[in-house]
Nanobody, 129 residues
Framework: QVHLVESGGASVQPGGSLRLYCAAS????????MGWLRQVPGKEREGIAC??????????YYSDSVQGRFTISRDRNGNILYLQLSNLTPEDTGIYYC????????????????????WGQGTQVTISS
């Protein structure tokens, strides 16, 4: 049974950094592209970062809103997905979800939630001074 458990969310000041974690079980993460989704208040959930299967050297995608500030990575041995967040702004406030993609390679439609078949309960990130 597929399980994804996110952690690491917190309340931080603008300009701060966080590292989010996703522990995956019930499947081998190396066989799937993995993504991070975000739902900010008043908006629909959307993909913000996607990591392709490692061995294939597939591409990594980021949304324009997080490009250059967030980094997605994975620990293949531990079946863990990470999201490093830096230079945070109040607009980054929201619930962050780890998600398993239905494909092995990320592509231009990585921000479409229909590309993902499982996600966790999410972890809250709040940016406030």
């Amino acid at each position: 049974q597929v399980h994804l458990v996110e952690s690491g969310g917190a309340s931080v000041q603008p300009g701060g950094s966080l590292r989010l974690y996703c522990a995956a079980s019930g499947f081998v993460m190396d066989n799937y592209a993995m993504g991070w989704l975000r739902q900010v208040p008043g908006k629909e959930r959307e993909g913000i970062a996607c990591s392709s299967i490692t061995e294939a050297g597939g591409p990594t995608y980021y949304s324009d809103s997080v490009q250059g500030r967030f980094t997605i990575s994975r620990d293949r041995n531990g079946n863990i997905l990470y999201l490093q967040l830096s230079n945070l702004t109040p607009e980054d406030t929201g619930i962050y979800y780890c998600a398993r993609a239905v494909v092995g390679y990320c592509s231009d439609n990585f921000d479409d939630t229909s590309m993902y078949d499982f996600w966790g309960q999410g972890t809250q990130v709040t940016i406030s001074s």
